[in-house]
């Protein structure tokens, strides 16, 4: 679970509902687009705010940068159906952001299972982006130890109430320190942290948790079929990754014909855990794509 190092939203940025051709989305859109656009999908328990401490820096290298927060995460709402969240609708919903946005070619940035919408994203239409980060996010499903711990959730999720999962997982964590931070752990935390993850994540729908959790622990090898997409692309992550382990990263950017960058010092969260080196990787990345791909 990121914890993010900040929690007020920066100046430079404004929170509102986009709409689309599938809805309304809770986002964080900041910056204006003198040098593109990027869209910013959250993992598995994630939500928007998982990117806040990007939002500013970004935008202050010429970015507009847009974090939402996916069907039944956290303040985007869903049904109460697991079909809503299968992997079609949710690769709908991208386009359908992509398409609100109204900007030209999109940079896609997906952090863990976010990386395997947004793959998907890009399998059943390039048209919209102009390149694809992929942010500790690996080539299939998560490794056997995560796929345990996942399953366990996953069986929780069925016969408990939000509230009572939360209670199990905080008990949990208070005996594994190390699973508590689900990595590195930002410099210094916010006040009021603990109040807010609470409140994501009883405010997630239950079935998105499930059926995403079913995705993570059994998605296919699709890294063949994406490296024939024409594409820039980005593989970033921190120096250690428990969900997909960094040697598989490493194997897969090769595959893909992908820049590789590794952040020192973080784990499966640089976004939250390094913000400021995370941001300049981003902006160097976007920076080489050609302008011609980024406008209509």
């Known amino acids: 679970m990121s914890r993010p190092p900040?929690?007020?939203v920066p100046e430079s940025a404004r929170a509102y509902r986009l709409p689309t051709a599938r809805g309304e989305f809770a986002v964080l859109d900041a910056g204006e687009a003198r040098r593109g656009t990027a869209l910013l999908v959250p993992?598995?328990?994630g939500s928007k705010e998982d990117f806040v401490a990007l939002l500013d820096p970004?935008?202050?290298?010429?970015?507009?940068?847009?974090?939402?927060?996916?069907r039944g995460q956290f303040e985007s709402g869903g049904p109460r159906e697991e079909s809503a969240y299968a992997r079609e609708e949710l690769v709908a919903d991208l386009l359908a952001q992509a398409a609100a946005l109204d900007a030209g070619p999109v940079h896609l940035l997906g952090h863990s299972f976010g990386g395997?919408?947004?793959?998907?994203a890009v399998l059943a239409d390039a048209g919209p982006w102009a390149s694809l980060t992929l942010m500790s996010s690996g080539p299939a499903a998560i490794e056997e130890d995560q796929r345990k711990r996942t399953g366990m959730l996953l069986r929780a999720l069925v016969t408990m109430d939000m509230e009572t999962v939360w209670r199990a997982m905080r008990a949990l964590d208070a005996e594994d320190?190390?699973?508590a931070a689900g990595g590195a752990e930002p410099d210094g935390m916010p006040e009021g942290l603990d109040a807010f993850l609470h409140r994501r994540w009883v405010a997630n729908v239950p079935e998105q948790l499930i059926v995403t959790g079913r995705q993570l622990v059994a998605e296919p090898d699709r890294v063949a079929e994406l490296a024939a997409v024409a594409l820039p692309k980005l593989v970033v992550s921190g120096a250690v990754d428990y969900a997909?382990?960094?040697?598989?990263?490493?194997?897969?950017?090769?595959r893909l014909g992908a820049r590789r960058e590794v952040i020192e010092g973080a784990e499966h969260s640089p976004n939250a855990e390094r913000p400021e080196a995370t941001a300049a990787v981003l902006d160097a990345f976007w920076g080489d794509v050609p302008p011609s791909a980024t406008r209509q």
Do not use: K, Y
């Open 6 to 8: 900040i929690l007020d």
């Open 43 to 45: 993992g598995f328990t």
């Open 58 to 70: 970004l935008a202050r290298a010429g970015w507009r940068v847009v974090a939402v927060d996916g």
């Open 116 to 120: 395997l919408v947004a793959r998907s």
């Open 177 to 179: 320190p190390t699973a």
């Open 244 to 254: 997909w382990p960094v040697p598989w990263l490493d194997a897969m950017a090769e």
